[in-house]
């Protein structure tokens, strides 16, 4: 005798259930990193996309897994703030949770200072190192004023974290192919003090959080025991960059102004 079709039920609803189309999960918050070398990863010596040296060990691929986000990695090694302004802006819109910005270094030059500075005798890097400090005071600001507005414009409800530049030295010479005077030295981090208070008085006039490198830097620069920051390397586009403990670093700091 046949049993009741009513028994036949439940299997027939576990069919149904299991060919019904799985929910999808919402994506992440939309994280956009924006930026230069030092936000791109420049220094951790392993890259995904070797034209903007945008690495998995960048302080952007670890903060967007810390904060649940979907990333959009637009920095770029080697971009200049009109690089930004022009190429890097197009995913920021309304919905836009989070956006790092690190720029302004390779509009002043920062890198080809550095080299000069780490040539041998008899040159020397202090006419370099007052034309990079010019150029912070007289016309970064107003490059940093187009930029944070676009952002702010573009993304209106967005956490935006504004990120500094460390000091590189501690005064020692620990490299033998690259002579940078201690006196050399102190004048670069004065030149990055200079810079650092710029980039942050501009964040904080556009109502931006700004993350200063510096304090969590000290002990960490170059020849220091545990270096953040390359010395001169090879290649030599991986010098005076964050290494991956370095990045890590950031990581931490960046994480905290955008949660706050």
Not at 23 to 50: I, K, M, Q, V
Not at 173 to 199: H, V
Not at 238 to 244: A, C, K
Request: charged letters at 15%; glycine letters at 12%; hydrophobic letters at 40%.
């Amino acid at each position: 005798m046949p049993p009741p079709r009513r028994a036949a039920l439940p299997l027939l609803a576990a069919l149904i259930l299991l060919l019904l189309p799985t929910p999808a999960h919402a994506a992440g918050p939309g994280y956009t990193a924006l930026g230069d070398s030092y936000a791109s990863g420049t220094g951790t010596r392993e890259y995904f996309d070797t034209g903007c040296q945008r690495s998995n060990y960048a302080y952007p691929v670890l903060d967007a897994a810390r904060l649940g986000a979907t990333l959009t990695f637009a920095a770029c090694a080697g971009a200049k703030i009109p690089d930004v302004l022009n190429g890097q802006l197009g995913s920021l819109n309304a919905q836009t949770r989070y956006v790092t910005v690190s720029a302004g270094g390779n509009d002043i030059g920062w890198s080809s200072v550095i080299v000069q500075c780490a040539k041998p005798w008899p040159y020397t890097c202090w006419g370099d190192i007052d034309k990079a400090e010019t150029y912070i005071r007289n016309t970064l600001p107003g490059k940093l004023d187009e930029l944070y507005n676009r952002i702010r414009a573009l993304a209106p409800g967005a956490t935006v974290a504004v990120v500094g530049y460390p000091r590189l030295f501690n005064g020692e010479e620990c490299n033998a192919i690259a002579r940078i005077s201690p006196g050399e030295q102190a004048e670069l981090n004065a030149a990055a003090d200079l810079l650092a208070t710029t980039i942050g008085g501009r964040a904080a006039a556009h109502g931006f959080g700004f993350v200063d490198a510096r304090g969590p830097f000290t002990g960490h620069a170059v020849c220091d025991d545990v270096e953040w920051l390359n010395g001169t390397s090879w290649p030599t586009g991986e010098s005076y960059h964050p290494n991956r403990t370095g990045h890590t670093g950031y990581a931490a700091i960046v994480e905290a102004a955008l949660r706050a």
